[in-house]
């Protein structure tokens, strides 16, 4: 079964602080891969996402993330963070096959605290 | 456009009893899925909908149940309630055509559920 792991749980920067949130999925298949941003309070919003192509996709808000499909993993990065970045992140996949075409598989996600 | 509603957006409900969410996608959005976020086990996958059949479904045991009327409203239903299914239920659509995996799928704010 498809899995996602996202490796921190919860992170702590100050402002201006550069960021790199891990995650990692387990598919040997062709996948589509997302990140998700759920503010306080507020919906789950799409970041960012990756279908195939250049593997260094960039997202609104600054926001980026590097493809590496041999090391299966979907990192996301901010050269540096504002006290609004935070919030909690997900990493998402799903695949383009298969009797569960399109589902969003999420990792557990990681919380984010900017300190002003 | 208007965004994905779901109602009610809290709920108490005890133990044993049942509960009906609804969920209005996006206008011409005929795909509607739900997942269920609980801190422990983070953003699950229910089931998905389109064109009121029931296109997909996770891992979930037989009280959970949905449907998809004409106009691509959606309702899940939990029967027999458990303390277990206090949780954010999030519904969300997308447009569906011949590549589903690659249409983003947009959020509501969901419906806490409590279950005391």
């Known amino acids: 079964a498809q899995s996602v792991s996202q490796h921190n749980h919860h992170v702590i920067l100050s402002e201006a602080a550069s960021l790199e949130l891990g995650c990692n999925y387990s598919?040997?298949?062709?996948?589509?891969l997302f990140w998700y941003v759920q503010y306080p309070g507020q919906h789950l919003q799409l970041l960012l996402k990756?279908?195939?192509?250049?593997?260094l996709v960039k997202g609104i808000k600054g926001f980026e993330a590097e493809f590496i499909k041999s090391k299966f993993s979907f990192n996301l990065r901010k050269p540096s963070v504002q006290w609004s970045d935070t919030a909690e992140y997900f990493c998402?996949?799903?695949?383009?096959?298969?009797?569960?075409?399109?589902?969003?598989?999420f990792g557990k996600g990681t919380k984010l605290s900017v300190k002003p | 456009k208007a965004g994905v509603t779901q109602t009610p957006r809290y709920l108490i409900k005890t133990r044993g009893q049942q509960v009906t969410l609804s969920c209005s996608p996006i206008s011409g959005h005929r795909s509607v899925s739900w997942y269920q976020q609980t801190p422990g086990q983070g953003l699950q996958f229910l089931f998905e909908y389109f064109s009121e059949t029931q296109r997909n479904k996770g891992n979930f045991p037989g009280r959970f149940s949905g449907r998809q009327f004409s106009n691509s409203r959606s309702e899940m239903n939990v029967s027999t309630l458990e303390l277990g299914d206090s949780a954010l239920y999030l519904c969300a659509s997308r447009s569906s055509g011949p590549r589903t995996a690659y249409n983003e799928q947009f959020f509501g704010p969901g419906t806490r559920l409590t279950v005391l």
């Open positions: 598919y040997g298949g062709t996948v589509n």
């Open positions: 998402a996949v799903n695949t383009n096959y298969g009797g569960s075409q399109g589902n969003l598989i």
């Open positions: 990756y279908f195939s192509g250049d593997p």
